[in-house]
């Protein structure tokens, strides 16, 4: 399991060891777009994809964020994306980009997410980019931590995984 992600060349330390391909999803609470405590474990039930960014209001974070919003659409699997972003951009940058699918959760409050899925950066207090397929049970059938935060995710292996599981 990778304890070091870059940013533009730079290592960056993950604080934890983010969770393996075949274990039940750790569970975490965040705030939704309206400020509610929404738990990882509620969204059971259905495929989920979920779509971990540094920041939404960086360029990169928009088209991954984009991209896999336009395949949940299409392929009608759940997307929940995660950041540090405060609910209230989250809400904003799903309303500039009429993106009404996206499950936005925020865990720049108490940092649950961070911690539990060993995603939080050390250096730079956001979470590492980073793609997982949970099953309706909660099991992680996909990850993908990307080496270089600067850069998108391979969309094809995380799609390919959900679209079998619906």
């Given at each position: 399991m990778p304890t070091t992600v870059t940013f533009k060349g730079n290592p960056m330390h993950l604080v934890g060891d983010p969770p393996a391909e075949g274990q039940p999803a750790p569970d975490f609470t965040a705030l939704d777009a309206g400020l509610q405590p929404v738990s990882l474990s509620s969204l059971r039930g259905a495929p989920v994809v979920l779509n971990v960014v540094p920041s939404?209001?960086?360029?990169?974070?928009?088209?991954?964020?984009?991209?896999?919003?336009?395949?949940?659409?299409?392929?009608?699997?759940?997307?929940?994306?995660?950041?540090?972003?405060?609910?209230?951009?989250?809400?904003r940058f799903c309303e500039t980009f009429q993106l009404p699918n996206v499950v936005t959760l925020s865990d720049f409050k108490d940092r649950q997410a961070a911690h539990t899925w060993g995603l939080g950066i050390q250096e730079l207090g956001l979470l590492a980019r980073a793609v997982f397929v949970l099953d309706s049970n909660g099991v992680i059938r996909h990850r993908q931590i990307v080496p270089e935060i600067a850069q998108e995710p391979d969309y094809e292996p995380a799609l390919k995984t959900v679209k079998q599981l619906l």
């Open positions: 939404l209001d960086t360029p990169v974070c928009e088209r991954q964020t984009r991209h896999l919003a336009e395949q949940a659409r299409q392929a009608g699997f759940k997307l929940v994306t995660l950041s540090m972003d405060l609910p209230f951009a989250q809400k």
